[in-house]
């Protein structure tokens, strides 16, 4: 159980263009759901949190307008990069929360180029 | 934002040895999770604790919560060539939420 998929697992895109990335679970219901940014080599870094049916929380420095965040459901956030750049490139992670513990999704990396 | 002190930062370790690592911090955590990522995917929850001085076993794994709630370690026994990634601890903070607060990771490399 407490399965997390993402879609797409990766995407390349031309700068200027929006780019969605959607996290699921699967087999549980997820009042909250977390994503983060991944650079190599290096630990995840947490953008914001997800709140199904209210807005997102974003972490300090995280651009909101940049990264819009969708919770419409209970098993299902979208994460949008609006106006990709080269600089958003990166691996992004989404996870949903359950009993005090969060489950990971398997990833997706961006490209832009 | 804050990082839990993991150490060691990698370790190179022959088949069939037993590793050790831990993440320390200043503050007190509710809740700590162990983690193992390979390239290219999402973390994996190895091993959760939800108590002071609880000591958790998954298979070859070990972990406990440390009495003082500021700590955590990991132990792998008999090492395999599969034991190879990146290992990350996280903790829950007091009053923090749901949030993970990651360490910064350990990478093991086994040598057949």
């Known amino acids: 159980g407490a399965v997390v998929s993402q879609h797409p697992s990766w995407v390349i895109c031309k700068s200027g263009t929006s780019v969605k990335i959607e996290c699921r679970s699967l087999d549980f219901q997820a009042t909250t759901m977390f994503w983060y940014r991944q650079f190599p080599k290096q630990s995840l870094m947490l953008m914001a949190t997800?709140?199904?049916?209210?807005?997102?929380?974003?972490e300090q420095g995280v651009e909101k307008d940049k990264f819009l965040i969708n919770h419409a459901s209970l098993t299902l956030s979208t994460l949008t990069v609006t106006s990709a750049h080269p600089e958003d490139s990166s691996f992004y992670i989404c996870?949903?929360?359950?009993?005090?513990?969060?489950?990971f999704g398997p990833g997706t990396r961006l490209l832009v180029l | 934002g804050q990082q839990l002190n993991q150490s060691p930062q990698s370790m190179f370790i022959q088949e069939g040895e037993d590793v050790s690592m831990n993440c320390t911090s200043s503050?007190?955590?509710?809740?700590w999770l162990w983690y193992k990522q390979e390239p290219g995917e999402g973390p994996v929850l190895l091993i959760a604790?939800?108590?002071?001085?609880e000591l958790t076993s998954n298979g070859r794994l070990t972990a406990q919560f440390g009495i003082t709630r500021k700590d955590s370690f990991l132990n792998i026994s008999a090492s395999i060539p599969s034991d190879v990634g990146i290992y990350f601890c996280?903790?829950?903070?007091?009053?923090?939420?749901?949030?993970?607060?990651f360490g910064t990771g350990t990478q093991l490399k086994v040598e057949l």
């Open positions: 996280a903790g829950i903070l007091t009053g923090g939420g749901n949030k993970l607060t």
């Open positions: 503050s007190i955590f509710n809740t």
């Open positions: 996870s949903a929360h359950r009993t005090e513990t969060q489950y």
């Open positions: 997800s709140n199904e049916g209210s807005k997102a929380t974003y």
């Open positions: 604790l939800y108590k002071a001085g």
